[in-house]
T-cell receptor
Framework: GENVEQHPSTLSVQEGDSAVIKCTYS??????FPWYKQELGKRPQLIID?????GEKKDQRIAVTLNKTAKHFSLHITETQPEDSAVYFC???????FGKGTDLINQP | DTEVTQTPKHLVMGMTNKKSLKCEQH?????MYWYKQKAKKPPELMFV???????INESVPSRFSPECPNSSLLNLHLHALQPEDSALYLC?????????????????FGEGSWLTVV
């Protein structure tokens, strides 16, 4: 089955800094890669996704990059703000297999 | 409307009780899912229904019994649970997972049902 590795498990950044979270996957057949944000006590919510026919996608302060050859994809958040503090999950294999999550802590 | 509705939001049950979690979506999605999530852990897939038929059962113990009465509803029947089953149970839905061009699409999660087994 698919194996999704996510790093780091915890990421502390100062307000205004950039944050990068990386995921690798094992199944070369995977071609859809969503990212979810989960605030404490709330449901996971999709923030951005990418398909294998593109290498990068941006939406305001967030972007995702995909390297199919290396089987890794990354989430980039610029100008981090306190409301970005949450746990972020990547997923692969039709979006059903999740990484272990990254606890992003934004320090004012 | 991108809403998946789950009830109840909170449930406390004894180990000998029988209870059910309910989920509803009106987005015309033909795939529905149950996930289990522990604090600060990723959601773990339990069951997938595709066109109202069970298509994936991730080796879930029989004390969890899913049911899909129609394309909009998904239930999870609970019986003889253990304290370690206490968790957030998330229902989700997505579009047709069986089309020839399907390559994965957005999974919409409900707010979840917080289950405590005492």
């Amino acid at each position: 089955g698919e194996n999704v590795e996510q790093h780091p498990s915890t990421l502390s950044v100062q307000e205004g800094d950039s944050a990068v979270i990386k995921c690798t996957y094992s199944d070369s057949a995977s071609n859809y890669f969503p990212w979810y944000k989960q605030e404490l006590g709330k449901r996971p919510q999709l923030i951005i996704d990418i398909r294998s026919n593109v290498g990068e996608k941006k939406d305001q302060r967030i972007a995702v990059t995909l390297n199919k050859t290396a089987k890794h994809f990354s989430l980039h958040i610029t100008e981090t703000q306190p409301e970005d503090s949450a746990v972020y999950f990547c997923a692969a294999l039709l979006g059903l297999t999740f990484g272990k999550g990254t606890d992003l802590i934004n320090q004012p | 409307d991108t809403e998946v509705t789950q009830t109840p939001k909170h449930l406390v049950m004894g180990m000998t009780n029988k209870k059910s979690l309910k989920c509803e979506q009106h987005m015309g999605h033909r795939a529905m899912y149950w996930y289990k999530q522990k604090a600060k852990k990723p959601p773990e897939l339990m069951f997938v229904y595709s066109y109202e038929k069970l298509s994936i059962n991730e080796s879930v113990p029989s004390r969890f019994s899913p049911e899909c009465p129609n394309s909009s509803l998904l239930n999870l029947h609970l019986h003889a649970l253990q304290p370690e089953d206490s968790a957030l149970y998330l229902c989700a839905s997505s579009q047709d997972p069986t089309g020839p061009s399907f390559s994965g699409n957005t999974i919409y999660f409900g707010e979840g049902s917080w289950l405590t087994v005492v």
